[in-house]
């Protein structure tokens, strides 16, 4: 990727050089050769400028922009050709009308068309995204669910889509996508596999068949923070937001609307265990206080067993004595007891033993 954009700008520094030059020794509207070259290299730059701003832009909407001035100019040519005819555009009027009306029905039709690109019927594999657009017929927009940045990049997103607790209708905002690229693209490793991860799960979640993925297009210029432009959208489109973010959970509460938190989930699928009962793991590391141990489960929660510390590196069977729920997640606090060991149970042990006593 860094190559590509090496050599990109090598072959901009050469376009720039030969407009000017080219410039400086045609010499246009009979300049001076200075003053030709560097008309030349402002207009080339400023071809560079458009090319450059254009490089991310969705082939979807360039289609539609595109189509919308050709559009646009032949609508701004008939009106000239009818003023011509009623006979309201001569002689300099005819000229500038010539020049002015299909430039500014181009410009229109330019930007109604990036407007409006996204409710076209256009499918396109943008690197790895696919713009779908799905009937909006066939979906409530009520089922609607805007997917955040960390969601992506968090990935159990995917996960819940395919064992079929969530469907419906998914919108992953084409602002949320742009964040990604640049996560994706950053010089940081870590943040840059953050960024990967998040568009290779828009690609799983395009896969799936239960799930309809919608890029959406709708931008909010004025707002700058992308979790105000996420709460905006969700207000327009009725719809919910699926989020792992602290603060975009309780700003979108607090303005009314309904939020879907991954984290919530998983915390409320933990097994749940009571005091008194019996459960297996495998002592990791020494605890914080004296004879302790530490495990975790499965879903990665703490378990501080008590007189385990000789049994790190080792399963063990633990009885719960008690169960602790903070900010942070769950945690559990064991008994380590030599006599509870071989997978019997005390209680049973106990009533063998007297049985066997009579």
């Excluded at 955040?148 to 064992?163: F, H, K, N, P, Q």
């Excluded at 084409?174 to 799960?201: M, P, T, Y």
């Excluded at 749940?272 to 530490?294: A, D, S, T």
């Excluded at 385990?308 to 945690?331: E, F, H, N, W, Y």
């Amino acid at each position: 990727m860094r190559r590509s954009g090496f050599d990109t700008y090598i072959l901009g520094s050469i376009f720039v050089a030969l407009i000017a030059c080219a410039s400086a020794v045609l010499r246009p509207f009979g300049w001076e050769r200075t003053a030709s070259a560097l008309v030349g290299c402002i207009a080339a730059l400023l071809a560079t400028a458009i090319a450059w701003r254009l490089r991310r832009a969705n082939p979807a909407v360039l289609i539609s922009g595109v189509a919308g001035s050709v559009v646009g100019a032949a609508l701004g040519l008939l009106a000239v050709f009818v003023l011509r005819q009623a006979a309201l555009a001569e002689g300099s009027n005819s000229v500038f009308l010539r020049l002015i009306v299909p430039l500014v029905g181009a410009y229109i039709g330019t930007l109604v068309g990036v407007w409006k690109a996204e409710y076209l019927p256009l499918h396109f594999r943008p690197g790895k995204l696919e713009v779908q657009i799905p009937d909006a017929g066939s979906v409530k927009i009520g089922s609607a669910k805007i997917l955040d940045t960390s969601v992506l990049i968090d990935g159990r997103i995917a996960d819940i889509c395919e064992s079929g607790f969530l469907e419906g209708r998914l919108i992953v905002p084409r602002f949320v996508l742009h964040e990604l690229q640049l996560v994706a693209d950053s010089s940081d490793s870590a943040k840059r596999n953050r960024g990967r991860r998040g568009l290779d799960v828009v690609q799983r979640l395009q896969k799936l068949t239960r799930i309809q993925l919608q890029i959406s297009g709708e931008d909010f210029p004025l707002v700058r923070e992308v979790d105000l432009k996420l709460i905006e959208l969700a207000k327009s489109m009725d719809a919910k937001i699926v989020t792992n973010d602290f603060n975009l959970n309780k700003l979108a509460q607090v303005q009314g609307l309904a939020v879907l938190n991954i984290n919530e989930l998983a915390n409320a699928l933990r097994p749940v265990v009571l005091p008194g009962e019996m459960m297996r793991v495998f002592i990791l590391k020494e605890g914080k206080e004296h004879n302790q141990g530490v495990a975790y489960l499965d879903d990665g929660t703490m378990v501080v067993v008590d007189n385990a510390r000789r049994m790190i590196s080792k399963t063990v069977d633990v009885v719960v004595t008690s169960v602790l729920q903070t900010t942070a997640g769950k945690m559990i606090f064991g008994r380590f007891d030599d006599r509870t060991q071989g997978g019997t149970d005390p209680r049973s042990s106990a009533a063998s033993a007297g049985t066997s006593g009579h």
